[in-house]
């Protein structure tokens, strides 16, 4: 790739240095492997895969420990009311269980009569007896914030899927103009030749003058049609620039001298891509990203639901501390539970009518069902968009046989009416009106055969594989 863009660059650089034309081809693979790569949309979306993984290091903070340090003092004219310091550490589990362990230190002659003076340690834990105790909002923060890294790398496919699928489109728009305009550069010089032919025959007395205006009114003909897809081509290249972008992220313009490749009818990356209706339908339902956005939705929905249903619940909270004399934690957690030196609180709570929660309750079901059945319908969207670009496929291979045979007959036509011109029994103006028919049925052949290849992509990225 990287060499691509830098023979790109160089081709540039030359076009302008020096007179001479310098051709170098680009076909389909090259320009979808540029915008996967260097492409800012693309780039765009790999930071939201970036953004969604700090989010999941930033949900684990619920269950870092902490260690906090309280210090107090107290004097009023100079009596010492009491001096305080308590470090702790907290250990947050998985389960919604907290443990934690500190020392405290109190002296003075004024203090609350339930704490204890001197040296103490405790080891504790702290547990909640229903609400919060099978799920709470820690775990249900961590479990959506994956959800959303799987989101966001989902995303990522579904905007290069789209973003391929425009590129695509702006390539074999500049491969018809390309085509059509190197198809009529050869009449054009078909057109001089016999232009140069009927004057000399003019001067021999061969032909009439009027042969000769003819001749000329077809070669200008074809001068306008050369200037008129000259341009086209050269708009097409513009709008498929838009597509290439460099390393170092500055836009690429398209030089007038990089071309579509000689074999351009026979791309390599055809071969790479399903045309079985059952299986792009099948592979569509199964990893369109578009449907998998729904999956997603719905987990993180479930997820919300189990955390709802917790509502429902009476809040229930144990606390346990095992206290001990002195900062010898080890002594202190060893000691006999529920005989000596402990502390312990029981605190609940019970909404009587559980109006907030059966409410959210409700909402999160409902919304639920609405994701459901936007899923469905998704799903018969995709499906029928897969088989209009199946159809559309089979047709247009229909066209190019038809086609092909069309423009054939019109050949044989120009070159039978050639041969009757040149033992007098035929005019130039009917050579010019074969020729110009000859030229259309070209035109038309090389404008479905483009369309054909862009069908090929638009039933890829229906299917959600142009990624």
Same mark, same amino acid.
């Given at each position: 790739?990287?060499?691509?863009?830098?023979?790109?660059?160089?081709?540039?650089?030359?076009?302008?240095?020096?007179?001479?034309?310098?051709?170098?081809?680009?076909?389909?693979?090259?320009?979808?492997?540029?915008?996967?790569?260097?492409?800012?949309?693309?780039?765009?979306?790999?930071?939201?895969?970036?953004?969604?993984?700090?989010?999941?290091?930033?949900?684990?903070?619920?269950?870092?420990?902490?260690?906090?340090?309280?210090?107090?003092?107290?004097?009023?004219?100079?009596?010492?009311?009491?001096?305080?310091?308590?470090?702790?550490?907290?250990?947050?589990?998985?389960?919604?269980?907290?443990?934690?362990?500190?020392?405290?230190?109190?002296?003075?002659?004024?203090?609350?009569?339930?704490?204890?003076?001197?040296?103490?340690?405790?080891?504790?834990?702290?547990?909640?007896?229903?609400?919060?105790?099978?799920?709470?909002?820690?775990?249900?923060?961590?479990?959506?914030?994956?959800?959303?890294?799987?989101?966001?790398?989902?995303?990522?496919?579904?905007?290069?899927?789209?973003?391929?699928?425009?590129?695509?489109?702006?390539?074999?728009?500049?491969?018809?103009?390309?085509?059509?305009?190197?198809?009529?550069?050869?009449?054009?010089?078909?057109?001089?030749?016999?232009?140069?032919?009927?004057?000399?025959?003019?001067?021999?007395?061969?032909?009439?003058?009027?042969?000769?205006?003819?001749?000329?009114? %077809? #070669?200008?003909?074809?001068? =306008?049609? @050369? &200037?008129?897809?000259?341009? +086209?081509?050269?708009?097409?290249?513009?709008? *498929?620039?838009?597509?290439?972008?460099?390393?170092?992220?500055?836009?690429?313009?398209?030089?007038?001298?990089?071309?579509?490749?000689?074999?351009?009818?026979?791309?390599?990356?055809?071969?790479?891509?399903?045309?079985?209706?059952?299986?792009?339908?099948?592979?569509?339902?199964?990893?369109?990203? %578009? #449907?998998?956005?729904?999956? =997603?939705? @719905? &987990?993180?929905?479930?997820? +919300?639901?189990?955390?709802?249903?917790?509502? *429902?619940?009476?809040?229930?909270?144990?606390?346990?501390?095992?206290?001990?004399?002195?900062?010898?934690?080890?002594?202190?957690?060893?000691?006999?539970?529920?005989?000596?030196?402990?502390?312990?609180?029981?605190?609940?709570?019970?909404?009587?009518?559980?109006?907030?929660?059966?409410?959210?309750?409700?909402?999160?079901?409902?919304?639920?069902?609405?994701?459901?059945?936007?899923?469905?319908?998704?799903?018969?969207?995709?499906? *029928?968009?897969?088989?209009?670009?199946?159809?559309?496929?089979?047709?247009?291979?229909?066209?190019?046989?038809?086609?092909?045979?069309?423009?054939?007959?019109?050949?044989?036509?120009?070159?039978?009416?050639?041969?009757?011109?040149?033992?007098?029994?035929?005019?130039?103006?009917?050579?010019?009106?074969?020729?110009?028919?000859?030229?259309?049925?070209?035109?038309?052949?090389?404008?479905?055969?483009?369309?054909?290849?862009?069908?090929?992509?638009?039933?890829?990225?229906?299917?959600?594989?142009?990624?």
């Amino acid at each position: 790739m990287k060499n691509l863009l830098y023979s790109l660059s160089i081709l540039f650089v030359s076009a302008m240095s020096f007179s001479q034309k310098i051709e170098q081809t680009l076909n389909a693979e090259q320009v979808l492997a540029i915008v996967r790569q260097y492409h800012p949309i693309a780039k765009q979306a790999t930071i939201q895969i970036k953004k969604s993984e700090a989010d999941i290091i930033i949900s684990k903070s619920g269950f870092e420990p902490i260690f906090n340090n309280y210090s107090a003092k107290k004097t009023v004219d100079g009596k010492n009311y009491y001096d305080y310091n308590s470090p702790e550490i907290k250990i947050p589990t998985w389960f919604g269980i907290e443990l934690s362990g500190g020392t405290e230190r109190l002296s003075g002659n004024q203090y609350d009569p339930s704490e204890t003076i001197g040296k103490t340690s405790y080891v504790g834990i702290s547990v909640p007896l229903a609400k919060n105790l099978l799920f709470d909002k820690r775990r249900a923060a961590l479990k959506q914030a994956k959800v959303f890294n799987s989101l966001a790398i989902n995303d990522q496919k579904a905007i290069l899927n789209d973003l391929l699928m425009d590129a695509m489109e702006n390539y074999w728009a500049w491969v018809k103009a390309y085509q059509i305009y190197e198809v009529i550069k050869q009449n054009l010089v078909i057109s001089q030749k016999r232009l140069d032919l009927t004057k000399k025959s003019f001067i021999n007395g061969e032909r009439p003058a009027i042969d000769t205006v003819e001749a000329l009114t %077809q #070669l200008q003909s074809n001068e =306008y049609e @050369l &200037n008129k897809y000259w341009l +086209e081509f050269q708009n097409a290249g513009l709008s *498929l620039s838009a597509f290439l972008w460099t390393e170092n992220d500055t836009p690429f313009n398209l030089p007038e001298t990089i071309i579509p490749q000689s074999g351009w009818q026979d791309e390599k990356m055809m071969s790479q891509y399903s045309f079985n209706l059952t299986e792009l339908v099948e592979k569509a339902k199964a990893s369109h990203p %578009q #449907l998998l956005m729904y999956d =997603y939705k @719905l &987990n993180s929905l479930a997820i +919300e639901k189990r955390l709802k249903k917790q509502e *429902l619940l009476p809040k229930i909270d144990l606390r346990y501390n095992q206290l001990g004399k002195g900062y010898d934690l080890y002594q202190t957690a060893t000691t006999p539970l529920l005989m000596n030196n402990f502390q312990y609180g029981i605190k609940m709570e019970v909404p009587l009518a559980l109006f907030q929660g059966r409410g959210e309750f409700k909402k999160v079901n409902l919304k639920i069902q609405e994701t459901q059945l936007d899923q469905n319908q998704k799903r018969l969207q995709i499906e *029928l968009k897969v088989k209009s670009y199946f159809n559309e496929l089979e047709n247009l291979k229909k066209q190019i046989e038809l086609q092909t045979k069309n423009y054939a007959n019109y050949e044989q036509l120009v070159n039978a009416e050639e041969i009757r011109f040149a033992n007098g029994e035929s005019s130039l103006f009917v050579i010019n009106s074969r020729q110009n028919k000859a030229l259309e049925a070209l035109e038309k052949l090389i404008e479905i055969k483009t369309k054909y290849y862009k069908t090929v992509a638009a039933l890829q990225w229906s299917a959600g594989l142009l990624n």
